[in-house]
């Protein structure tokens, strides 16, 4: 059921709308047998539909023998129990759709956690409406029946547990603090785009790690997942697959996964990944940007990743690389399916993390072999040159290399970029830096 509002540009997306919520129904298990579409000028407050449109409902429901209704919007409470009442027959909307697929996709304690506080949160409003048993046994003032006694005894015991879950939610996030202070020395890059735009897949092709779950479905996947990539050059990134994101995403989902979505805050880089197969493609893009900036992510470094460019069509591709080109300049055009596809995202993440390394002189007793050869091996080496019994080498090197290299004698000195270590007081030597030094944070 979708209720697009007359003179906005949700009118001209119906089918699309629509399709999307089929897919959704298909995800949770559901089987779609007819559609009802009303352009509106704004919702009705009791019913959201027009009075006609709701006969008209149920006329269609009783012809087709449907047992759920799904709206494409969000329902208040009091819409979705008229609409009940009037059509005799269970009204979902798109949140609740939402939060039940993510309830049987969640895998890991802290996503069952995250699922069942956003249903509990969307419950909490609407018990009566979900729960109409209890409305037969209600009592008038003086009179408190029974049904009503239990509903505030099941308000009590749900805002209960809302609090442990927030409390065991916090508890899950300063442990994901720690873990991520002590990856702190890693490029740390996440992955965030709609969802099925192809996140995992590229996670599993860049990794090379065949037990990265991939499917072709909404929401497959809602755990973040981290891999160390091997980018070239001796170089490894830390990538990180977030929950995607979709249209009209719940607001308790997004408020619930705010600790996942912490793997995306903490990154050096976001790569946002979109589907330039699919013909909504734009849509997509500003639905994902829009989620970012509620999460105040939107001022965090970000490249544009244009994935599954093999299925688009071929007499299609010059265009959409234009379109890309002119909303989106320096985006990336890859395939995590066909050979050396992923090659041009690999290339700009290495060049991205040598942009966020600094370029260091290294003197190294000519003596210690042992030292100059880690160097060759866990650095990238530019220049080695020879000063009596010192070896002088310009190299980039990570933050761990700089501590352990410094540990075993080595002098260090800083000639292009800043570091943590640097900005933190740790003694560094610096000789300057250029119109190229990045600072992380």
Sequence with gaps: MSAPFKRSSAKHHVDEHLEELARLADTAGAIVVGTLTQQLDRPHSATYLGSGKVEELKLRIQELGATLVIFDDELTPAQGKNVELMVHTRVMDRAELILDIFAT????????????????EYMLPRLTRMWTHLEKMRGGIGMRGPGETQLETDRRLIQHRI???????????????????QRQSHYRVALVGYTNAGKSSVLRALAADGEVFVEDRLFATLDPLTREVDIGDGYTVLLTDTVGFIRKLPHHLVASFRATLAEAREADLLLHVIDSSHPAWEEHRDVVDGVLAELGLSGRPLLYVMNKMDAVPADMVDAVRARVANLMPNSLFV?????????????ELRESLKRQRPVLEVRVPASNGRLIAEIHRDGEVLEQTNEDDTIVLRARLDERSIGRIRQAGARVVVTKGVTRAVSSGAALDTLGTSAHTVPLP
């Design 335 to 347: 395939s995590a399916v066909e050979p050396g596809g992923l090659d041009p995202l690999r290339d």
């Design 105 to 120: 996709r969640a895998r890991s304690s802290e996503a069952r956690m995250q699922v069942e506080l956003a249903q509990l």
């Design 163 to 181: 609090r442990v879950l927030k409390e065991r939610l916090a508890d899950v996030e300063r442990a994901r603090e720690i873990q991520r202070q």
